[in-house]
């Protein structure tokens, strides 16, 4: 369902990560469920190993892995949940250089994730949702990197 609602607002390709599938430009990938998905160099890998805090997928185990592989070129964005999963993965990525976003909580519909988060990675970016999207194409420019 979230892949219909996701893709009813974006002109990205939204699809479920499929096990060593080329991340390409112009795509959203979803962790299908049961399955942490993680960036593998320029491919996505799945994983069945146990959940991490009770979760998997786990935005954690993507985030950390994406930080590992693209380091100061990874931004991670958290938004709206309820639980702390994404902070440490967000905080990973800021340590290795890269940009942290995190939607404000007063904005989210569940502020658990956001403020947990922001405990984790107090200089990260903190915008509303509706600004994230801007921020994003700010930081990301128009490059000519392989994936996006």
């Known amino acids: 369902m979230f892949r219909t609602l996701l893709g009813a607002v974006t002109r990205l390709n939204v699809c479920d990560a499929d096990d060593k599938q080329p991340l390409e430009r112009g795509y959203v990938y979803l962790a299908p469920p049961d399955y942490h ?10 994983s069945v190993e146990s959940p991490v805090a009770f979760s998997r997928p786990s935005i954690d185990v993507l985030l950390e892995s994406a930080g590992e ?45 956001p403020r947990a988060a922001l405990r984790a990675v107090p200089d990260a970016d903190v915008l509303p949702l509706e600004e994230i999207a801007p921020r994003l194409v700010e930081l990301c420019g128009t490059t000519k990197s392989t994936t996006a």
């Open 69 to 113: 592989e693209y380091g100061d070129r990874c931004v991670g964005v958290v938004l709206t949940g309820a639980n702390d999963d994404g902070a440490r993965g967000l905080a990973r990525i800021r340590e290795l250089g890269g940009a942290a976003i995190v939607q404000d909580p007063a904005t989210a519909e569940r502020p658990e994730m």
């Open 37 to 46: 998905l993680l960036v593998e160099g320029t491919h996505l890998a799945l």
